[in-house]
């Protein structure tokens, strides 16, 4: 079965704090695609990065970083110095061929950056 | 334009009322999503269309039937809606069997029901 977990229903941080949301993963595939998704309050949903079951290397993007750890089923997404325009929804999500291409999302994880 | 575009962005309808919600995306995409978000629930993916045919249907309740005249354009009618329906409904679009950058998304629309 396909699931994702992201246990930090919400987190609340101050502006220049670095915060971590956490995504693990379930799948029986060996051949899987990871995605992060941000959902500002305008709706929809905007893309941030996709990483594929072969490539383990971290990413860095900016003030973003992904740590995509196999062993660990987790695929987790770091903000350094965080900014009030961080605020948003993040979903992570799966993607499988066991699950005909299609994405399962997480529950998501509301962020709020306060200034 | 460009992306996925959803209209309406926001609908209150009463339980009697019959609507429909529309998606038009202009990305060269074969493939499009209606999805279902729920006040602290995961995405619900409802419909899947690729090449206009549906191929999954989650279980969705009959008061919700939806429709792909083409590759382009996707619509969800509704009629004789619950209270417990009012929810963000997401289109998204892909390119069947590419997954570069998962789903396109639109920005939802926002539907009431009283």
């Known amino acids: 079965a396909q699931k994702v977990t992201q246990a930090q229903t919400e987190i609340s941080v101050v502006e220049k704090e670095d915060v971590t949301l956490d995504c693990v993963y379930e799948?029986?595939?060996?051949?899987?695609?990871l995605f992060w998704y941000k959902q500002p309050p305008s709706g929809e949903l905007v893309f941030l990065i996709r990483?594929?079951?072969?490539?383990?290397q971290n990413e860095i993007s900016g003030r973003y970083s992904w740590n995509f750890q196999k062993s660990t089923s987790s695929f987790n997404f770091t903000i350094t110095a965080s900014q009030v325009v961080d605020s948003a929804v993040y979903f992570c999500?799966?993607?499988?061929?066991?699950?005909?291409?299609?994405?399962?999302f997480g529950a998501g994880t509301i962020l709020r950056v306060k200034s | 334009e460009t992306g996925v575009t959803q209209t309406p962005r926001h609908l209150v309808m009463g339980m009697t009322n019959k609507k429909s919600l529309k998606c038009e995306q202009h990305?060269?995409?074969?493939?499009m999503y209606w999805y279902k978000q729920s006040a602290k629930k995961p995405l619900e993916l409802m419909f899947v269309?690729?090449?206009?045919?549906?191929?999954e249907n989650n279980s969705v309740p009959s008061r919700f039937s939806p429709e792909c005249p083409n590759s382009s354009h996707l619509f969800l009618h509704l009629h004789t809606l619950q209270p417990e329906d009012s929810a963000l409904y997401l289109c998204?679009?892909?390119?069947?069997?590419?997954?570069?950058?998962?789903?396109?998304f639109g920005s939802g629309t926002r539907l009431t029901v009283v």
């Open positions: 998204a679009s892909s390119q069947w069997g590419m997954d570069l950058y998962g789903y396109t």
């Open positions: 799948t029986r595939d060996t051949t899987y695609y």
């Open positions: 990483r594929n079951s072969f490539d383990e």
């Open positions: 999500a799966l993607r499988t061929y066991e699950y005909g291409n299609k994405l399962v």
């Open positions: 990305l060269g995409h074969n493939a």
């Open positions: 269309y690729n090449f206009k045919e549906q191929t």
